[in-house]
């Protein structure tokens, strides 16, 4: 089945202990992508990839680290998490940039 | 910068009414404008996609349409089913600048069908 998996669906951590969100689609999509959603905030788009080493940064990349050393896979690290992180989080691919897009389950972050 | 509004915020109807959605967006030189519905606590299901030379999409009961000259989409739901109920977002796909193709989402509305 086509699909886009996320790791951990829900996590409750600490300020400032780092964790990664997995990210991994079986579709072998060019296009990977994060956003965050916020009540009042919509989605927001975190950082983006093109293809495999080509990333770059959305609207609010701040606080976040990607990388993309494999097409099927793109993590989300959160250095030094905050509270102002605690989010529902969406990785979503495209098999390239004009085609439609496939968002994962989400993850729903709470700092402490 | 791109800006996509989506109205109404919510929206409830009785089960077998037609219904549109409206999307606008401020920069018309878009890519494609694609469509989403969202179940609580679910991800994003995507619904159509309507690249920039297309007019519109159907599937079943969907139909979407586009009009970059003025800047709007709207997705039209005949005869609505409780099934239906969901948030609906709208999202549009920026023309490449700087390499970036920025993929901007309006806020939804949330749709209420009443049996």
């Known amino acids: 089945e086509a699909q886009v998996t996320q790791n951990p669906r829900y996590l409750i951590t600490v300020t400032g202990k780092k964790l990664t969100v997995t990210c991994s689609q079986n579709?072998?999509?060019?296009?990977m992508s994060w956003y965050r959603q916020d009540p009042g905030l919509g989605l927001r788009q975190i950082y983006y990839?093109?293809?495999?080493?080509?990333?770059d940064k959305g609207d609010v990349p701040e606080g976040y680290k990607v990388s993309r050393k494999e097409k099927r896979n793109f993590p989300l690290i959160l250095e030094s998490p905050s509270p102002n992180q605690t989010s529902l989080y969406f990785c979503?691919?495209?098999?390239?940039?004009?085609?439609?897009?496939?968002f994962g389950p989400g993850t729903r972050l709470t700092v402490l | 910068k791109q800006e996509v509004t989506q109205i109404p915020a919510a929206l409830s109807v009785p089960e077998g009414e037609n219904l549109v959605l409206n999307c606008s967006f401020t920069?018309?030189?878009?890519?494609?404008l694609q469509w989403f519905r969202q179940d609580p606590g679910k991800g994003l299901t995507s619904l159509l996609l309507?690249?920039?030379?297309?007019r519109e999409q159907t599937s079943g009961r969907l139909n979407a349409s586009l009009d970059k000259s003025s800047g709007r989409s709207t997705l039209y739901i005949a005869a609505s089913q409780p099934g239906d109920s969901a948030t609906y977002l709208c999202?549009?796909?920026?023309?490449?600048?700087?390499?970036?193709?920025?993929?901007?989402f309006g806020k939804g509305t949330k749709l209420s069908v009443i049996p």
């Open positions: 309507i690249q920039s030379s297309q």
């Open positions: 920069d018309s030189a878009i890519y494609n």
């Open positions: 990839s093109m293809n495999v080493e080509v990333t």
């Open positions: 999202a549009a796909r920026a023309r490449p600048r700087a390499g970036s193709y920025q993929l901007t």
């Open positions: 979503a691919s495209s098999l390239e940039v004009g085609t439609g897009s496939y």
């Open positions: 579709m072998n999509h060019e296009y």
